[in-house]
């Protein structure tokens, strides 16, 4: 039986830091499609990070923005792991005719 912290990491790097599910050609907009959650957890940890700029020291700013990537990353796995949850029910809902 696979280990739980095995099951976590490849939960967690099959749908969020890399998600090739598209239909698209090769290149450069199909590594952009599967990036695509990581990279909006870095705009969102930079968005984060720049508000409190003013108030930390560069050595801060390092260490706030791993946390507030870090936080990002488990708020968005929340909510994928939440909506792949309900798409799962709504599939095996019995349609009553």
Do not use: C
């Not at 870090?70 to 792949?84: K, P, S, T």
């Amino acid at each position: 039986m696979k280990s739980l912290a095995n099951r976590l990491a490849r939960w967690f790097y099959r749908n969020l830091l890399w998600d090739a599910t598209a239909t698209l050609g090769p290149g450069w907009s199909r590594f952009l499609w599967a990036t695509r959650k990581l990279s909006l957890a870095g705009m969102l940890a930079a968005l984060l990070t720049w508000r409190e700029w003013v108030e930390h020291h560069p050595p801060e700013i390092a260490l706030i923005a791993g946390i507030h990537f870090v936080f990002v990353m488990i708020v968005l796995a929340f909510l994928i792991r939440g909506w792949q949850w309900v798409s799962r029910g709504f599939k095996k809902t019995p349609t009553s005719s």
